[in-house]
Nanobody, 124 residues
């Protein structure tokens, strides 16, 4: 199984970036998808997730209203649209997918497969 994220880069505060994460190597039917981020010197934190069942979405309070997670099941691809970016959004963003239970959807433990991450840098 391979997950490959793309779309990161350098953007000015207030700008937008769209991340993509394409998965391959198996069928991902039933899998939830998540985005996490890790800034230098910080622990990995939950950003957003989308459930396989019903496409229900979850967001960290810090990104709610600014970020949108979506998916294309046919392409085994998940997206993260990030708007109104702030310097504190600077981090390496990683996508993940897994069969974790609902109570773990905001936790790294709820995911089985991870991508290598893509850097997003927001300048002030």
């Amino acid at each position: 199984v391979q997950l490959q994220a793309s779309g990161g880069g350098l953007v000015q505060a207030g700008g937008s970036v769209r991340l993509s994460c394409a998965a391959s190597g198996r069928t991902f039917s039933g899998y939830n998808w998540g985005w996490f981020r890790q800034a230098p010197g910080e622990e990995r934190e939950f950003v957003a997730a989308i459930r396989w069942s019903g496409g229900i979405t979850y967001y960290a309070d810090s990104v709610k209203g600014r970020f949108t997670i979506s998916r294309d099941n046919a392409k085994s691809t998940v997206y993260l649209q990030m708007n109104s970016l702030k310097p504190e959004d600077t981090a390496v963003y990683s996508c993940a997918t897994g069969l974790g239970v609902l109570t773990s959807i905001r936790s790294p433990s709820g995911y089985n497969y991870w991508g290598p991450g893509t850097q997003v840098t927001v300048s002030s």
